[in-house]
Nanobody, 117 residues
């Protein structure tokens, strides 16, 4: 059974940095498309960044140049390095894994990121 365990959220000041981590267990990590989503109350969950098994990354426009997604296939872990944080980055961040062999989505439990001004 695939499980995703996130860590690294917290409270940070405007302009600060945080790094989120998400470890996958229960399957072969390298086959998954990995991503980070975020959600604020009353709004839909939005995709922040994704990375393929070969390391090709894409970002939503609002985080380009500030956030970096990466993965370590040997450690079965995906990271989201967040720099120059803004109050509008405040959200619950969810780790996401997509297995395109069985067409199944997996989600982490979410981690709160709060940016104070």
């Amino acid at each position: 059974q695939v499980q995703l365990v996130e860590s690294g959220g917290g409270l940070v000041q405007l302009g600060g940095s945080l790094r989120l981590s998400c470890k996958l267990s229960g399957s072969i990590f390298s086959i998954f498309l990995m991503g980070w989503y975020r959600q604020v109350p009353g709004k839909q969950r939005e995709l922040v960044a994704q990375i393929t098994g070969k390391g090709i990354a894409t970002y939503t426009e609002s985080v380009k140049g500030r956030f970096t997604i990466s993965r370590d296939n040997a450690k079965a872990t995906v990271y989201l390095e967040m720099n120059t944080l803004k109050p509008e980055d405040t959200a619950v961040y969810y780790c996401h894994a997509y297995d395109n062999l069985v067409l199944h989505n997996y989600w982490g439990q979410g981690t709160q990121v709060t940016v104070s001004s």
